[in-house]
């Protein structure tokens, strides 16, 4: 079971990346999937979340990013992403997915019970 987060880079302020996040050895579709986000010296933060499939396939967005960060899923690609536009230098981090892996969850998910979480993709925002 593995996740792997990729798409971030360097952009400009209010420019856009898409993130990705692939899984092996099991089907994303069935569960939902949360991305997070790490700036250096700061804690951890919830930033967006899609319920599977099975549940209503719901989606969750931070106040902080609302408006800006879409959540979708391809199902035959097996990968969820996270399109990020209008960026701002405060989005600076290091993104991660996660998943609790529990078939047919919907969001919000407590952040204790992520179990597997991809490497995580370095996004920086110039000013």
């Known amino acids: 079971v593995q996740l792997q987060a990729s798409g971030g880079g360097l952009v400009e302020t209010g420019g856009s990346l898409r993130l990705s996040c692939a899984a092996s050895?099991?089907?994303?579709?069935?569960?939902?999937i949360g991305w997070f986000r790490q700036a250096p010296g700061k804690e951890r933060e919830g930033v967006s979340c899609?319920?599977?499939?099975?549940?209503?396939?719901?989606?969750y967005v931070a106040e902080s990013v609302r408006g800006r960060f879409i959540v979708s899923r391809d199902n035959a690609k097996n990968t969820v992403y996270l399109q990020m536009n209008s960026l701002k230098p405060e989005d600076t981090a290091v993104y991660y997915c996660a998943t609790d892996k529990v078939p047919g969850g919907s969001c919000p998910v407590e952040y204790g019970r992520y179990r597997y979480w991809g490497q995580g993709t370095q996004v920086t925002v110039s000013s």
């Open positions: 899609i319920s599977s499939s099975d549940s209503d396939g719901s989606t």
């Open positions: 050895g099991f089907t994303l579709d069935y569960y939902a």
